[in-house]
Nanobody
Framework: QVQLVESGGGLVQPGGSLRLSCAAS????????MGWFRQAPGKERELVAA???????NYADSVKGRFTISRDNAKNTVYLQMNNLKPEDTAVYYC????????????????WGQGTQVSVSS
């Protein structure tokens, strides 16, 4: 019923920039939280940045000052602008949305995108 479509990602040199986008579509009633997680080989998935329904944003300490999350409410889309990328940012980045559906009322669901690879290397 709900789909998250991610775009962006790729290979970039250290110090470079990339922009990820994630669009949610389907029978969405409301979105409580939407953002990005990442998982590097051999590591657990971690929160990178998230937009919260009240308008606040959360960032991992490791990306503060370099990454910026923004949202287009009309399009149910979030963007992650990643600047000054470092090799340790290399990971698969997953879009996540915590949302409710028109058909089930206030119950919240966690929905994940398919993931997009970000590689930072010279």
């Amino acid at each position: 019923q709900v789909q998250l479509v991610e775009s962006g990602g790729g290979l970039v040199q250290p110090g470079g920039s990339l922009r990820l986008s994630c669009a949610a579509s389907g029978s969405i009633f409301s979105i409580d939280r939407m953002g990005w997680f990442r998982q590097a080989p051999g590591k657990e998935r971690e929160l990178v940045a998230a937009w919260i329904r009240d308008g606040t944003t959360n960032y991992a300490d490791s990306v503060k000052g370099r990454f910026t999350i923004s949202r287009d409410n009309a399009k149910n889309t979030v963007y992650l602008q990643m600047n000054n990328l470092k090799p340790e940012d290399t990971a698969v980045y997953y879009c996540n949305a915590r949302l409710s559906l028109i058909s089930t009322g206030p119950r919240l669901y966690d929905v994940w995108g398919q993931g997009t690879q970000v590689s930072v290397s010279s």
